[in-house]
Each structure stands twice: as structure tokens, then as C-alpha cells.
């Protein structure tokens, strides 16, 4: 029995043995070396009639003995597909494009003005490439976009990543979508869908020059004998320190608050940044989002913890959908324009008189905007139609073509405080 038992062991690792070695020389031993191999962490996709132009921002891998953190480059190519622009690159450089780093793809203008569907496709049959990078529009093109150097990281993509990120729709100021969430609304029967607009704005304003021209004088004159022993050295060296700081300044940031509207794949309308707000208030959840008001002549800024959200859409008689939406928001004091007593100061919830009145009529004000907007351009992202086929299957087939057209909106927004 003890013999039987020893052989039935060898056997098992034997087997183990055979199965390692087959996967072993089964291995890929083609694999691109690395200094060959694009990585691709961001591509713009931009129209000229028929032909595509496809703008990669590749990162460039550096030795590990120079200590350098690794730089990136923006190659431009074009073709009539976009597979076919990508294969330019490695015929222009002898880099093959890899793109299981890519995590934004960025439409331009003119793309977004025909079905922009002609270009994502194709990321979404490329087997490496996933589904859950982010998509953006942007005004203007997606090449000046990627070749803007930013202020928060030297990688633009980067820096466009973060304002895009999910925290960023948790305090709703952005809506970010994927390459998923856009096709899953490309192909539904509303063929709608929405894309975050980015743009560049300076870091800072110009409050005004006086200030810093005073400080110039006053530390030269407080210098002047070092000034006059090594007079030519000091004046070099004050040019290129206030060259850097110009061009330091001259860095912009990114921002992404107005969203663009789809159909068919189509840019037809865009979002304000309140009604951004306002329409992630209804469909997303917030945590921590800060909500301003006015009353007269004091601004209050609340801070909403919760939003309790019920979005149901009614089919009348008459054939006519109209969508209720429920909204319930938990907020606190966060900021207010004028001094606060003592007393006030203590506690968050705390709410000066006619703040949440104010605030609710606002948000309805905002939200009803969104939709008559969405609406008026056949854009279901509100998911009045979605909504009927799902629990109205029967009388939506009758109503599928005047659904969103017809619809009505009833909106009941509620501030309450977190005490």
C-alpha cells in the first residue's frame, strides 16, 4: 500500500515537471525590447476630411544608472485608419506602439463633429487596450492639447489624469467617462453620451506689476556694494532668475468642468459648469462637495456629505414621460463671506437663516437647465428612455420615437443639516 501510494507521488511530480517545462519553452521569447517599444500613455485623435491624425504621447524609458525619471515625447502620424497611423510610427522610428499603458484618449474638435465612434473603435478591437481609459473632447486640437507642458507634472497626460480622476465626480466638479461607459451609451437605443471638455487656463491671474517692481528696487538698493563689485555676474544672474520664474509661470493647468453632449456619436451641445454639477448631484454620489451661494450681499459655502437620490420616470395616459427626481442633500456650513459669532463658529451645522432655501431653488434652477438642454438636443443621458424600456417595456415601444422630446421633468431638491 505504502509503495503504491510512493509511485502514484512520483507521478504527480512528474507530471508537474512536463507541465513546467511546457510552458516554459511555450514562453513568448519574441518579446520587443523595451528601448524598442513605444509605451503609449496617451493619444489625441484628430480629423483633416478623410485622413486621421493620431498624436502619441510616448514615454522614454531611461537607464536606471542615469537616475532620471522617465521623459515623454509627442509623435505625430497619419493615415486613413487610425491602425494605419499607428503603424507609421513604427515605420518613421522603429518604436512598436504598445498601448496597455494608455489611459486617456483625448477627440478633437473636428473629430467630435462627426461619429467619433470611426476612431475609438479601434481601441476597442485592439486586445491590449482597455476599455477603462478615460475618453475626453477638448476645443480646438487634441495635438495642441498633449503638446502643452503643464504646471503640476512634467507629463501633460498626467496632469490631465488627475483633474479627470474619480474624486474629481465625488465632489462634483467633473464628469469623467470611459471608453466602456461612452460605448455602452453609443450603442443603446438613446446612442447618447458625454465627454468631459478639457482646456488649459493660466495657473494664476495678474493681481498687478507695482508689487513686484517695489521689491526689485528695494533689494537692489539694499545690495548696491555687492551690485558694484560684481555688477555684470548679479545682472546675469537676476535675468535668468526672473526668465525661470516667467516661464515657470507661463505653465498652465487643466480643467475639465464643462462636458460635452453626444448623439450618434456626434457633439451636439455642452454643459455649463453648474449644470455639470447639477446633473452629477442627480445621477452620481458626492462626498465632501462644496456648494456656493448668495443672498444679498452675503456669499455662504456649504459642504454636502450625502446625497440621497430617487430618479423615477411616469408614463401618462396621454402617452407624455415625465421624470421625477427626488433629491435629498445632508450639507454643513463650510465658508461664509462674513464674520461669524462665536457661537457659529463651533459647529458646521449651524446654517444662516435662508441658506438652504436659497440653495435649493438654485440646484432646481440648475438641474432644470441640464435637462431642457439634453433634452432639446436628443441627448438621453438622464435615462428617461432606458428607464421606460426597463419597467415599461410594453408602452415604451409605442412612445420610443417622442419619449425624450415630450418629456416633462418634476424636480424636489431638499437641503438638510448634518445636525
Known sequence: MRSAHIKNT????????????????SGDFGLIDVQK??????????????TFIVTSQIAIPQSSKQGQASETVQLVSRGKTVADAFEEINAKTGWYPKLV???LLIVGEKTAQENVMDALDFFLLD?????????????????????????????GSVAMQKVLSQHAERVGTVLPTTLREFSIGYF???????????????QQEQIGSDTGGSTAEGESGGSSNNQNQNGQSSGQSGEQSQGGQKKEQ?????????TALFVDGKRVDKFTVEETFAFNAVKHELKLASYSIEEQDTACTLSIKHNGRKNKVILGADGRATMQIKLTLTAGLLDNSK????????DGGDIPNGAFESAEKLLTAQITSAF???????????????????????????VQATALSNALVDIKVTFRSVR
Open 10 to 25: 512520483v507521478r504527480y511530480y512528474i507530471l508537474i515537471v512536463v507541465a513546467l517545462i511546457f510552458l516554459f519553452f
Open 250 to 258: 507661463e505653465k498652465p493647468v487643466f480643467s475639465a468642468g464643462e
Open 339 to 346: 464674520a461669524l459669532p462665536l457661537d457659529g463658529l463651533g
Open 127 to 155: 486586445e491590449y487596450m482597455s476599455d477603462n481609459c478615460l475618453v475626453a473632447t477638448c476645443d480646438g486640437t487634441a495635438k495642441d492639447l498633449l503638446n502643452v507642458t503643464a504646471l503640476v507634472d512634467p507629463s
Open 37 to 50: 517599444t513605444a509605451l503609449v500613455m496617451a493619444v489625441g485623435i484628430d480629423r483633416e476630411e478623410n
Open 188 to 202: 443603446s437605443d438613446s446612442k447618447s453620451g458625454y465627454m468631459p471638455i478639457l482646456k488649459t487656463q493660466p
Open 372 to 398: 431642457e438642454k439634453s433634452r432639446a438636443c436628443g441627448c438621453d443621458i438622464f435615462g428617461i428612455g432606458e428607464n421606460l424600456q426597463k419597467y415599461q417595456s410594453k408602452r415604451y415601444k409605442k
Open 101 to 103: 499603458f494608455c489611459k
